[in-house]
């Protein structure tokens, strides 16, 4: 219960323990100042532009202008000598007394042409106010008159991306992405009349402008000294908030009136009143109810309790002060007013108001722990800004991410650097050989730092970048039995040391290889050419920086995880370059059905078919690295493939390989690039490797490895750009037209 007891009312109400903290509308008070200071701004420069026309008008109208002076000067002097006379006299009511004209002096020269005028206070308010009337039809007229139309502004309730896990699940995450959208059908009750019992009580009467709510909330304004309540509709928010800047001019306030109007008129209250309730932002990175069920109690919007429903409706003037995390004290408080008012506008009973507050007094929200992917989530949110323009109203697009996969990756990464006691970030990527991102951790904990390291470091790719000399050398008609030499060397003062400064000698290639042999890979890079070793790179989909010197074999040019991986991902495919994805197609609603999109193929050049031939023998000497080489401690059951990275002075640890159709690449290091304590891209990175890749694959009976997604059913595909040529009724969401007989059908082009 609040403290202090109010009037329940059916208006907007800002209770004193909850400050509207995300710009809320201003009340009466406020408005009326907005007014009247943007109608004097618009009357003083109409006034001078008349003070203009005067001037140009000549000495007359300067005359005209000091006979107005004087008539006021006089009128002045007269109040003053009244108010005298009745300060020594206050018994008698003494009649008005003229005032004598100023009589010139005879010795002054005689002022000509003096107009004679007979001006009133009554006369100059009359032009004072007829100058304001114009003023304030001009400026009524600018703004209609810039004014679009509804149709041309962007409306986040209308155009919404919604984004859905592999599974066909909301994705859950704790950016301040969108979870899911919910149909009026989805919303209880509850949460409806909890709304509008705080916010708008006469939301189903008013059309837009509630008049009444404005009075009351101006009166209210005044009396606390202050803005404590809001007077705007749920109507005016949501233009607010999905249509308009939060400026807080008169001029916008006109705006958002008009486009209040225009609103109400399209729009049934139902519709209204579903899209501001998956708009409204409440904190915690949770914009709209369903989002914020999920963020704050776990639940589907379908199942929430009326006191969560009132909990909810009572962040709403304060999401950021007033929400479970920050201050649950203080949202108790609100919500007791919000059930208050509930019970008061008979929209609960007593008992069911009683019982509300008893889970109030006992609501401990945690956070949800079933978030996950949350960096995948910022980055799938870039990936489909190109695609946002291509759809009208509310999408949901089905993801790659798999969620048993992302949860492993997730607990690999933590838990191996805690065994380790290592203070270092880290990175996983893990892709399908066609790009479609299954796992992303872009570092140790989200909450901690959202910098996505795994697709925005550049960092050094150390050893891992060996891969593309050895390739360009395969390529190029060498085997891996050929022989490289392995010896200190100096390169115009660059002398590259192997590890522990020991050398073989004559190596093989695969030897070589399977070692991280530095100076032996030098010397390859510098026999088979370093431009034709950037020209690798750049057909495997490597497009950072490459500089052309002798430290580029080693991995001197910082690259993305993300960019590595996708290398990585075109040698195990067979098919290059491979881009990394996120998004997979358009999911068609409740059945949980989906449409993929069809990306662009990659070309073929004369380039990739050379590359390519020579695939076989890259992919054995990356099993000899896993089987004899630096990455041992990446062997599993059945066999795997990879490669070991370590930068100069341990500054980044890397290993990146795949175990049957799931390529997987793992950075460790530290944001400020300082070297670690001797960790190797065979030590660390190869354990979380190893952790995640057991948990995401499984054995079969023949002892190879099987990806737990390729029991997956793989859905239809869906050409937007195709069948949107093909068929003007075609709708993107269900990837359906409508034929000229017959209910719609699946585009299949």
């Known amino acids: 219960m609040p403290d202090d007891p109010i009037e329940p009312q059916r208006g907007p109400v800002t209770h004193p323990v909850a400050m509207n903290d995300h710009k809320a509308e201003p ?23 008349m003070m203009t026309l005067l001037r140009l008008a000549g000495a007359k109208a300067s005359t005209v202008g ?54 009133s206070f009554r006369k100059i308010a009359i032009g004072v106010g007829g ?12 703004v209609l008159t810039s004014l679009p139309d509804l149709d041309d502004l962007k409306s986040g309730a209308e155009n919404r991306l919604i984004f859905e896990d592999s599974q066909g699940n909301p994705l859950i995450a704790q950016g301040s992405v969108p979870l899911d959208y ?13 709304v509008l019992a705080i916010e ?15 009075a009351r909330a101006g009166w209210a304004n005044m009396r606390a000294g202050g803005v404590v309540e809001g007077g705007s509709t749920i109507t005016q928010q949501l233009v607010k908030i999905t249509y308009l800047n939060p400026d807080r001019t008169f001029r916008r306030k006109l705006r958002e009136a008009i486009l209040t109007r225009q609103l109400e008129r399209r729009l049934t209250k139902e519709e209204i009143l579903t899209r501001y309730l998956n708009a409204v932002y409440l904190g915690s990175g949770a914009t709209g109810m369903p989002a914020a ?38 949202l108790r408080t609100r919500a007791g007013l919000v059930i208050d008012l509930m019970q008061t506008q008979d929209r609960i009973g007593k008992a069911s108001a009683n019982a509300a507050r008893a889970e109030l007094a006992t609501m401990r929200p945690q956070r949800s722990s079933a978030s996950y992917g949350s960096w995948f989530t910022d980055w799938v949110v870039r990936e489909a800004d190109d695609l946002a323009t291509e759809f009208d109203g509310v999408v949901a697009l089905r993801t790659s991410l798999n969620p048993e996969i992302q949860k492993a990756a997730e607990s690999a990464v933590r838990e191996i650097l805690e065994q ?12 399908t050989p066609s790009g479609q991102v299954v796992a992303m951790v872009g570092g140790r904990d989200y909450t901690q730092s959202q910098f996505n390291r795994a697709t925005d470091a550049l960092r050094s790719p150390g050893s891992t970048f060996k891969t593309f000399v050895y390739l360009t050398a395969l390529s190029q008609g060498l085997s891996p039995n050929d022989r490289v030499v392995d010896a200190p060397m100096d390169i115009d003062g660059y002398r590259p040391n192997n590890f522990g400064d020991r050398y073989r000698g004559k190596v093989t290639l695969a030897e070589a290889f399977a070692l991280s042999l530095n100076t032996a890979t030098v010397r390859l890079a510098m026999a088979v050419g370093l431009d034709n070793v950037i020209e690798t790179a750049r057909t495997l989909g490597i497009d950072a920086e490459l500089s052309e010197t002798p430290a580029l074999a080693l991995g001197a040019s910082g690259v993305t995880l993300l960019d590595m991986v996708e290398a990585y991902a075109g040698i195990a495919a067979g098919t290059i370059p491979v881009t990394g994805r996120g998004i997979t197609g358009i999911s068609s609603g409740d059945d949980k059905a989906s449409f993929n999109f069809r990306w662009p193929e990659a070309p073929v050049t004369d380039e990739s078919k050379r590359l390519m031939a020579a695939r076989s023998d890259m992919i054995e000497m990356l099993a000899l690295v896993v089987s004899d080489g630096t990455g041992q401690a990446a062997a599993l059951p059945g066999g795997a493939v990879g490669k070991t990275g370590t930068s100069q002075d341990f500054r980044d640890a890397l290993f990146i390989g795949w175990n049957n159709d799931l390529i997987t690449g793992v950075w460790v290091g530290n944001d400020d690039n300082s070297p670690m304590d001797g960790v190797t891209g065979g030590q660390l990175p190869a354990q979380i490797w190893k952790r995640f890749m057991a948990a995401a694959t499984t054995p079969n009976a023949s002892g190879s490895a099987t990806n737990v997604m390729e029991s997956a059913p793989v859905p239809p595909s869906c050409n937007v750009s195709a069948c949107q040529r093909a068929y003007r009724s075609f709708r993107a969401s ?16």
Not at 38 to 43: D, F, H, P, Q
Not at 182 to 194: F, G, S, V
Not at 734 to 749: I, N, S, V, W
Request: aromatic share 8%.
């Open 734 to 749: 269900d990837c359906t037209f409508q034929p000229y007989r017959g209910g719609r059908k699946l585009c299949t082009r």
């Open 420 to 431: 380790a006691q290592n203070p270092a970030e880290a990175a996983l990527i893990a892709m």
């Open 182 to 194: 919910a149909e009026y059908e989805r919303i209880p009750d509850d949460l409806q009349d909890a």
């Open 293 to 330: 069920a999920q963020v704050y109690f776990g639940v589907n919007i379908s199942e929430l309790s009326l006191a969560q429903s009132a909990a909810l409706a009572a962040m709403i003037q304060a999401p950021s002060k007033v929400n479970p995390f920050s201050n649950l004290q203080q």
């Open 66 to 119: 000091g006979a107005i002076v004087g008539q006021f000067d006089n009128g002045r002097r007269a109040l003053v000598i009244r108010y005298a006379r009745h300060k020594s006299n206050p018994g008698v009511d003494l009649p008005e007394t003229p005032i004598a004209p100023t009589v010139p002096d005879p010795a002054s020269p005689k002022k000509a042409n003096t107009p004679r005028f007979g001006l």
């Open 27 to 49: 009340g009466l008070g406020d408005a009326t100042r907005l007014f009247f200071g943007a109608l004097w701004r618009e009357i003083s420069q109409l006034m001078k532009g």
């Open 131 to 142: 100058l304001a009337s114009l003023a304030l039809m001009a400026m009524i007229i600018t």
């Open 200 to 214: 708008d009580r006469r939301f189903f009467d008013h059309g837009g402008l509630d008049l009444k709510a404005i």
